[in-house]
């Protein structure tokens, strides 16, 4: 594979897994807590990477890895909920706008300082991205409330700041290593839900929605398959072009609202789909 399309490659992957996660979880939000619906999905999720990581005899990461991603599984735990919480208020709109764009431009940000400044190409790449992002995410004819705003602008840089972490964690050489670092995040991510479970007492789910774990497993699994593809990504080359190609994952969500609940996209969204085709080409260059 060209080595500056394997972080697009696996960044195409990444955006795929979190945009059917995002969609499962939007559906769940609808039917239980946006708490609840994550941490089904959390646990599930790392039932099965902890049963990956026994068979594969992969060593724990230790050390300043372990804080890290402590720490990054304490807030993308709660970025996730409040994600989840501000797409149950109603149609995207604004606020996944500003959280797709967020996303995207903290790992930029940060890339801009410890890699240096992109080249031309890559740069124009990365603006395409950052644009197809915004018309993808933000319908104008749909209404946003502030709260909704506020939830989706502190998820944004919650979902940017766990990229950077990732980036940060070094875990081992190989998936094996990936996946235990997965899977130590995932038990903070658990304990934390928990105990916010029973602080806010949301426990409780709405009428007929006893089937949310089942949309909470489907949301934690693709996250988690995600959140492989993003290391693969940001492994292979800059992190800030792995995170806009796997920002763009609100198209995959809006393409199963379309498919699912036939909810057609706008045409801002489709312009923005295309310029994300042309995104992904210049950044692969």
């Not at 149950?88 to 890699?115: E, H, I, K, N, W």
């Amino acid at each position: 594979m060209n080595p500056s399309a394997a972080p697009v490659g696996f960044g195409l992957l990444s955006a795929a897994s979190w945009g059917g996660s995002d969609f499962a979880g939007g559906v769940g939000a609808r039917r239980a807590h946006a708490l609840l619906v994550t941490a089904a999905g959390q646990i599930v999720s790392l039932a099965v990477l902890a049963a990956g990581c026994a068979a594969a005899h992969a060593g724990l990461p230790q050390g300043r890895a372990m804080v890290l991603l402590a720490f990054a599984g304490v807030e993308g735990a709660l970025a996730l909920a409040l994600f989840y919480r501000a797409l149950s208020m109603g149609a995207m709109g604004l606020t996944a706008a500003l959280t797709g764009l967020l996303t995207a431009l903290v790992p930029v940000g940060y890339s801009a300082v410890t890699d240096g400044l992109p080249g031309r190409v890559t740069a124009l790449g990365l603006a395409a991205g950052l644009v197809a992002i915004w018309l993808i995410t933000n319908n104008l004819g749909s209404s946003s409330s502030g709260r909704a705003l506020v939830y989706g602008a502190v998820a944004g840089v919650g979902f940017g700041l766990q990229l950077v972490l990732f980036r940060m964690v070094q875990a081992g050489p190989g998936v094996e290593g990936w996946r235990w670092s997965l899977a130590a995040m995932l038990v903070v991510r658990v304990a934390g839900l928990a105990a916010l479970l029973m602080v806010v007492g949301a426990t409780r789910t709405r009428p007929g929605g006893g089937g949310f774990w089942v949309a909470g497993a489907v949301s934690g699994v693709l996250d988690t398959a995600g959140n492989l593809f993003f290391l693969a990504a940001s492994r292979a080359g800059r992190l800030d072009s792995a995170a806009v190609v796997c920002s763009l994952y609100p198209a995959g969500t809006i393409l199963l609202a379309a498919l699912v609940l036939r909810e057609r996209p706008t045409g801002r969204q489709v312009a923005g789909m295309g310029l994300a085709l042309v995104a992904v080409a210049l950044l692969s260059l």
